[in-house]
């Protein structure tokens, strides 16, 4: 739905198309608190899923944002999706301890209530060039951009989550920790990689150099995933391996979404972002099967080499990605009133 929902934000706007996906998300979490069957509990994540709306806030987002800021917001909503990951791993237990699994979505429905009133009535509006009607969709779908950076946010979650199919039994191996315990170890190294990620940007968006930000990051990428097989038998270098990852990690979420918005044709800015986060979505899926199957058939170090391939394929292809052009301020829409920069 990501595809449809992005398109659809581009012809109605974002706020219809936001709020609709939350409505289909509370319905979802809410079918699922109430039953204990599991095919009425798949029934309600897949009406969770439906309500995809990453494109059409990513490019919300993007609206209400000029050129020279935009990689700070997104590293601003990169940095609240890690820390709400790194949350979740200790309230869930706590949640599903305190009302069952019911009462975890139930907790999940309310906080869709919130994002609903949010993004209802406090977010405001912000200019858009909208689509019309017959615009293809190849512009969206050919430019060799943004099939760049649809290939990486592919391969960035496709290793992310391979890694971390072989990883935490690696650090509780190690560390000699149990598995409901690892968040003491992911919380600190989340909260470390903003410290590295947060300068990084800043001066990227500063002297505008996000194409060498951009190959930097993914050859620090290559770098780690090079050295993991020598890192996973010691707790420590696993520590400063996963510091390093998240680090690069936090800067290439924060990046590409951003320049999605920038090289896609103005008007079809939702449209991209779907293809983009659909990439991400196939990437998610592909990682946990090849990492599951390699990890299974030729252990753990075969799911750090083929992490490294695939990251130098990505530095490869990401290398003939044009610097994006000179800002001309004329362009930029007039703020909107109570927006935040």
């Not at 739905?1 to 219809?16: H, K, N, T, V, Y």
């Not at 315990?181 to 590295?196: D, G, I, N």
Request: proline share 6%; hydrophobic share 55%.
């Amino acid at each position: 739905m990501q595809i449809p929902f992005g398109l659809a934000s581009d012809r109605w706007g974002r706020r219809p198309v936001v709020v609709t996906g939350l409505v289909l998300f509370v319905i979802g979490s809410v079918l699922c608190a109430m039953t204990d069957d599991l095919f009425w509990i798949t029934v309600g994540r897949a009406i969770q899923g439906s309500g995809a709306i990453s494109a059409a806030v990513t490019a919300w987002l993007a609206d209400a944002t000029r050129d020279e800021v935009r990689t700070k917001a997104m590293a601003m909503v990169g940095a609240s999706i890690g820390l709400t990951f790194a949350l979740s791993l200790v309230l869930a237990p706590v949640l599903v301890g305190w009302g069952g699994l019911g009462g975890l979505f139930w907790s999940i429905a309310a906080l869709g209530v919130a994002a609903l009133g949010v993004a209802a009535w406090v977010v405001p509006t912000a200019p858009r060039v909208p689509a019309t009607s017959g615009v293809p969709l190849r512009s969206a779908l050919s430019q060799p951009d943004l099939l760049r950076l649809n290939l990486g946010v592919f391969t960035l979650h496709l290793i992310q989550v391979a890694l971390f199919v072989v990883v935490p039994a690696a650090l509780a191996r190690t560390g000699g920790l149990e598995a409901a315990t690892l968040w003491k170890v992911y919380l600190p190294v989340v909260l470390a990689s903003f410290v590295v990620m947060v300068p990084v940007i800043g001066v990227t968006e500063r002297f505008a150099t996000h194409r060498r930000t951009l190959l930097a990051a993914v050859a620090g990428l290559v770098l780690v995933c090079m050295g993991l097989p020598w890192a996973q038998d010691s707790y420590g270098w696993l520590v400063v391996a996963m510091i390093a990852f998240f680090s690069v990690f936090n800067i290439l979420e924060a990046m590409q979404p951003s320049l999605v918005s920038r090289v896609a044709p103005p008007s079809l800015k939702g449209l991209a972002l779907g293809f983009y986060n659909t990439s991400q979505a196939i990437g998610l899926f592909a990682g946990g099967a090849l990492g599951g199957w390699l990890s299974s058939r030729l252990g753990g170090a075969a799911v750090f080499q083929a992490a490294a391939v695939l990251a130098v394929i990505w530095l490869l292809a990401a290398w003939g990605m044009k610097p994006l052009p000179a800002r001309r301020a004329s362009k930029q829409p007039d703020p909107v009133p109570g927006q935040a920069s």
